[in-house]
């Protein structure tokens, strides 16, 4: 047996204390799989007098990043501080000096990925992230390893555990989304400030990442055209019900041909679609290979544990590919060039949540603009509202481009007999049998 690993951990909260625990845990089955002990041997933290609810040497804490990145007895350092700035400079640093990295940190690699798998590849040095998508579920590998030999056209994601956690309560509970969000805060599924969250950012980077690597293309955050959940209600959750769908936070990414599309949006799925059932903080990827069909990958999306094996798995290959000698050779120069679709090339079909004037003539006036914008309805349902005299009319549109979607909003919110337009979601179809 060869002389014990050093690693560093840069950060120590949540799953920090979870990579530690596991590598104490499992260290019989990594010895096994890799040949040698491995041993956390330096933290960084802000905070030295912190109670992190987990025994450790003394010593072992340090506030100075360069006490592991100029370490020249740690190998590998594993990222779990979180945000933009330091991280990337430290992640850098660790591998211009020659250390492989695993990190968490989807933030840095929505943002920064392409750069830094660059550099690892420039100084033969690993860098792996498979936590930072869908926590404990191996997403990643799948993409670049399992389904590498298949032509993947979709990914639809639940691919944050704090959204999905609050839209279940919302909809098997009747809750308050402010009450709900709270909850998901305290069971530390939530971003410390959640904004990045409930607004669709943090699936937003998943989704750009999961996109990347699925087809082949480098996408960025900026192409993902995000809309978070903040404004659903109880209402538009109970008339999807009563259609037959159910309200979920999706990452889409769509390949036809050379051309991509990535969104983040509240999505009605059919209630018979498996992501229908992805309850409370779990996390699912489906993904449709033109050869293997549809697959679909279920589990805990956050959480110490969960995140923590994901990370332990990707110290695994690292340590493994030391012993074969190929470290720095897993970068995939993207085969394809970024090609977005225009508005005229997407295509889905919307539920809209019209309040008009309950007069004559009022439905008519609404199915001209949907026949001048060229859309036709698969489903409609009508409501009198108690509020004077209103209606609620809510529709489910046939496919329809993305352009003449658009421009049939902006003719309702225009014509006289609309009050509003109180909603309206994209509509995902049922899985192909
Ligand atoms: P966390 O509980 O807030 O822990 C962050 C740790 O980093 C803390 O120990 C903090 O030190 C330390 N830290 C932060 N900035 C630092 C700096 N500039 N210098 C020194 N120490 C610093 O976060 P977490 O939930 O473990 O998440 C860590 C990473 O994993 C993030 O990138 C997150 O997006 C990702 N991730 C988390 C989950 C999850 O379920 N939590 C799932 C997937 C991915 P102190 O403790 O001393 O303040
Ligand atoms: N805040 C994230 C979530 C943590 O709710 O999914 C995991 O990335």
Redesign the pocket.
């Known amino acids: 047996m060869t002389e014990k690993m050093n690693i560093g951990l ?7 204390t979870g990579v530690l625990q596991i590598v104490r845990d499992h260290q019989d089955k990594l010895v096994h799989q890799v040949g040698c002990p491995i041993e956390i041997s330096k933290i ?5 007098d ?1 109670d ?1 609810g987990i025994s450790i040497e003394p010593g072992m804490l340090t ?1 100075e ?1 360069d006490d592991i990145l100029e370490d020249p007895a740690i190998d590998v350092v594993i ?5 933009t ?3 990337r400079a430290y992640i850098r640093k660790a591998l211009e000096n020659g250390k492989h990295v695993v ?6 690699m929505a943002e920064h990925g392409s750069e830094l798998l660059t550099l690892a590849n420039e100084t033969g040095t690993d860098l792996y992230y498979e ?2 998508v869908a ?1 404990g579920i191996p997403i990643l590998r799948t993409l670049v390893e399992g389904l590498a030999s298949d032509r993947i056209t979709k990914m639809m994601g639940i691919v944050n ?1 704090t959204t999905n956690y609050i839209l279940t309560k919302m909809t098997k509970e009747g809750r308050l989304y402010e009450e709900v969000l709270q909850e998901a805060k305290a069971l ?2 939530a ?2 400030d959640p904004t990045a969250d409930v607004e669709g950012i943090d699936a937003a980077r998943k989704i750009s990442i999961l996109g990347t690597l699925g087809f082949s293309m480098n996408l960025d955050l900026d192409d993902v055209e995000v809309t978070g959940m903040t404004k659903v209600t109880s209402e538009d959750i109970q008339y999807a019900d009563q259609l037959g769908y159910t309200m979920k936070l999706i990452g889409i990414a769509n390949r036809c041909e050379d051309k991509v599309e990535v969104s983040v949006e509240p999505t009605l799925m059919p209630n018979e679609h498996p992501l229908s059932s992805v309850d409370d903080e779990f996390n699912a990827v489906y993904v449709y290979g033109e050869a293997v069909g549809e697959t679909m990958y279920y589990g805990a ?4 544990f ?2 923590a094996t994901s990370i332990v798995s990707d110290l695994v290959a690292v340590l493994r590919n030391k012993r074969l000698g190929v470290n720095g050779q897993s970068l995939v120069i993207p085969q394809f060039d970024k090609k977005l679709k225009t508005d005229e090339e997407i295509f889905s079909k919307y539920f809209m949540r019209i309040h008009a004037k309950d007069l004559p003539g009022t439905f008519a006036n609404l199915t001209a603009i949907f026949g001048e914008c060229d859309i036709s309805l698969e489903k409609i349902l009508q409501v009198p509202l108690n509020e004077g005299r209103l209606a609620e009319i809510i529709v489910v549109t046939h496919g329809v481009s993305r352009k003449n979607y658009k421009e049939v909003l902006q003719k309702l919110n225009e014509t006289d007999a609309v009050v509003e337009v109180k909603s309206n979601y994209r509509v995902e179809g049922v899985m192909k049998r």
């Open positions: 840069l950060g120590f909260g949540t799953v920090g960084l933290v802000n905070d030295l912190k992190r506030l990043a990222e779990v501080m979180g945000g700035g330091d991280a990190t968490a940190n989807k933030d840095v936590a930072s926590g555990g530390g599924y971003e410390a999306g956050a959480g110490k969960p995140t």
